[in-house]
């Protein structure tokens, strides 16, 4: 949509454990996240987001095996511009997991996630991607760690 900046997010899932990476530097330092980053130009989202996971991980993946759960849009009050950010889950890798300039990858049970040290919107929809109950969300932030309103729409619900 017109002036949203695009990125890619992906959590690499094996059983009950999700992969999550240390920011070391840049946008979220400090947080742990899924692997992703912004789309190059000429980019898919799909292509970004191969990409991101392995310059940020070193894992493979292919395209066709990354599942879109989710599209997040947020804005900051402080800042112009939307920030789009398509979040997938990705179960089929190859390759040995790598610390990168970027990320310290860490293996954490899927109830067992970091969420003081996550960003403030990922408790709202973290967990609809192991129900794989695909979701859309809008997320404004009035700080980096408070939120002034969100929305979420589950999309699978009947
Ligand atoms: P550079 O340094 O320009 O190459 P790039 O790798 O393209 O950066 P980066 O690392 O800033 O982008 O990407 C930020 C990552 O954080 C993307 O995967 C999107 C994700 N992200 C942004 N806002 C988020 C938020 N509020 N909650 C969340 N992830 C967010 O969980
Ligand atoms: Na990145
Ligand atoms: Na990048």
Redesign the pocket.
Known sequence: SGDSTV???TFIIKGDKVLLGLKKR???TGKW??F???LEPGETVTDSAVR?IEEECGLRVRPEDLKLMGVNH?EFLWNPGV?E?HIFTCDKYEGEIIESE?MLPKWYPIDETPRNE??T??VHWFSLLFGEIRFRGY?LFEEHSSLRQYLIVDLDQP
Do not use: A, I, P, S
């Open positions: 990125y890619n997010l840049g946008f979220g996240n899924g992703g980053g912004k991101e947020f920030r950010v970027e996550m960003w919107d990922d997320f």
